[in-house]
């Protein structure tokens, strides 16, 4: 590594842990003014409401690194550009690619670090927040599901229409055990309702349907005890439980979720999907950041860091909407998460090819 080459990564990255913590620091401002009231009329401790703006501070970081690398990546090539710096290393007979290297370096060291950020901190840290938003902000903190569908044994398989977390209670629900295609056995119950004394499930106005060899057994009853491996935990998850999970713990849940066939799998799957995809965004913006900003123009640098926050905006608006179509459930989850990174990857090399520099 040249003298060259560490000049620019210690400029990026300098530029880029000030441009964070600058916008951070406006976006948590803005948040307070805003939840203000709340936290006076609630009586929030102070102690909490620290925490909750150094965890929204690190989930803010997440969701901002497109914009503070590419506006970072702009600002330090436009200003190079501006004192004839790039014409000098090219002239130098340095290669534009070869110039590229550093920078490139540089986001690579952001892409790892967002990398262990999304894995292993950045969980705990939207846990914090969801948490501190139930306890002290909303006022309902039950939900109800609808249309459940778990297995929750080999060949047995069951089914609720209605499940309200407070009450823990289910409606119509239905338990099937189905052999090679063949059903075996029905239980359909008008509720289910989990007993904390006997820590089991109770369902209630039950019946009974058993296909025997020689004919078929009905029966019919007000309560009975259940067996199910499943617990109301298992439906009692928050909203957006998949993104307060740590990867490991992310990997096992979808492998529970698979096992008992849950429709909710696939939000797991694509929040898995999005902690690989994610950090690419920091290399590919740094690319296209580089050539946009490389040549030198009158009007300045600010044509270009507001051409920087554009295009960044695009590309959260891209991978929101890409997000929410994989969540929609679209045929390629994988395919519609990695969109944003392959159009702008395409888009970089577009540029490279036909950008004058």
Do not use: C
Request: proline share 4%; no cysteine; aromatic share 14%.
């Amino acid at each position: 590594m040249k003298l060259l080459d560490k000049l620019i990564i210690k400029d990026f990255l300098k530029t880029y842990f000030f441009v964070v913590l600058m916008l951070i620091m406006i976006v948590l401002v803005l948040d307070f003014t805003e939840k203000n009231d709340a936290f006076i009329r609630n009586e929030v401790p102070t102690s909490e409401i620290l925490e909750y703006l150094f965890n929204y501070g690190l989930y803010l970081n997440n969701l901002l690194t497109p914009i503070t690398v590419f506006i970072s990546v702009i600002f330090i090539t436009s200003r190079m550009a501006g004192r004839t710096e790039i014409v000098a290393i090219l002239s130098s007979g340095v290669s534009f690619m070869r110039m590229l290297v550093p920078f490139l370096m540089g986001a690579s060291l952001i892409a790892v670090a967002s990398f262990l950020l999304n894995g292993w901190v950045l969980p705990g840290a939207t846990e914090g927040v969801y948490e501190f938003k139930r306890e002290y902000l909303k006022d309902d903190s039950q939900y109800n599901y609808q249309n459940l569908h778990v297995k929750v044994a080999p060949d047995v398989y069951a089914y609720i229409s209605r499940y309200y977390t407070g009450p823990k209670t289910g409606y119509a629900f239905t338990l099937e055990h189905i052999k090679d295609g063949q059903l075996l056995s029905k239980l359909s119950a008008d509720r289910i309702v989990w007993d904390t004394t006997a820590n089991a499930w109770e369902v209630r106005n039950w019946k009974l349907r058993e296909l025997q060899e020689m004919g078929e057994k009905y029966t019919v009853g007000e309560k009975m005890d259940t067996v199910l491996s499943i617990s109301p935990d298992d439906f009692d998850l928050p909203p957006n439980h998949h993104e307060t999970l740590i990867l490991p713990e992310l990997s096992k849940q979808i492998k529970v979720l698979e096992d008992r066939g849950a429709d909710n799998v696939s939000f797991y799957k694509i929040e898995r999907y999005v902690r690989f995809m994610s950090p690419f965004a920091a290399i590919i913006l740094t690319f296209i950041g580089v050539i946009v900003s490389s040549k030198k123009t009158r009007g300045g640098s600010g044509f270009k860091i507001a051409l920087g926050f554009l295009l960044a905006f695009i590309y959260i608006i891209l991978f929101l909407l890409s997000r929410t179509f994989a969540e929609a459930g679209t045929s390629y989850p994988l395919f519609a998460v990695w969109l944003p990174n392959i159009i702008f990857a395409a888009t970089g090399m577009v540029m490279y090819k036909t950008v004058p520099r």
